[in-house]
């Protein structure tokens, strides 16, 4: 079992929007603001899309976005492309003992 | 550029030993964190540890701790993960990763990955 929790899948239509949500606690998620988030393609290295949160890194398409609420972190996805399908994993930093947990994973389909 | 480069594909026997390589080029390789994660077959990511070369800080995660070892050799810009008694569960993908920025802190993210390295442990 995952330190933080995803669901795992999600889909939609190209051009629509979807959110993938990621719970922690307050141990994580609640007390940093520290998510990122990670693309996977089937035989790829991950690649980040989402740092502290909300920050995109340079060549991510603004169609990533990223937010938090309490303990539960959220990435969306706007204008769905048939690229946008693969694997998507959050990520927390969790203090000086655990240091950093993973959620499961959620495989994004695009229909 | 920054470039990490993991070491090639290995098939191993339960109980032998294992030393895996991730080599960075393109930055300043003792001032950055470079982590491991794991990725058992079909599964998702799991933070295994992580060191700083520039003074081999290293921190495991409490599942990981005991079960490997992670070094580095600032003379070659390379850092390993060890295993000295494999086991079939040790079968998995592995990636190094470094984080965005120089100095201690640890609180950034992944932002550099390896190709990753497939161990693969069988009788």
């Known amino acids: 079992q995952s330190a933080l929790t995803q669901p795992a899948s999600v889909s939609g239509s190209p051009g629509q929007s979807i959110t993938i949500s990621c719970t922690g606690t307050?141990?994580?998620?609640?007390?940093?603001?520290?998510v990122s988030w990670y693309q996977q393609h089937p035989g790829k290295a991950p690649k980040v899309m989402i740092y502290?949160?909300?920050q995109r890194p340079s060549g991510v398409s603004n169609r990533f976005s990223g937010s938090k609420s309490g303990n539960t972190a959220s990435l969306t996805i706007s204008g769905l492309q048939a690229e946008d399908e693969a694997d998507y994993y959050c990520c927390s930093f969790a203090g000086s003992s655990n240091f950093v947990v993973f959620g499961g994973g959620t495989k994004l389909t695009v229909l | 550029e920054v470039q990490l480069v993991q070491s090639g594909a290995e098939v191993k026997k339960p109980g032998e030993s294992l030393k895996i390589s991730c080599k960075g080029s393109?930055?300043?390789?003792?001032?950055?964190?470079i982590g491991w994660v794991r990725q058992m077959p079909g599964k998702g990511l799991e933070w295994m540890g992580i060191i700083y070369p520039g003074d081999s800080d290293i921190r495991y995660s409490p599942s990981f701790q005991g079960q490997v070892t992670i070094s580095a050799d600032k003379s070659i810009s390379t850092v390993y993960l060890h295993w000295s008694s494999l086991k079939a569960s040790d079968t998995a993908m592995y990636y190094c990763?470094?984080?965005?920025?120089?100095?201690?802190?640890?609180?950034?993210?992944?932002?550099?990955w390896g190709q990753g390295t497939l161990v693969t442990v069988s009788s």
């Open positions: 990763a470094r984080l965005r920025g120089s100095g201690g802190s640890l609180l950034q993210e992944m932002r550099y």
């Open positions: 502290e949160g909300s």
């Open positions: 393109g930055y300043i390789f003792t001032s950055y964190w």
């Open positions: 307050s141990s994580d998620v609640g007390s940093y603001n520290l």
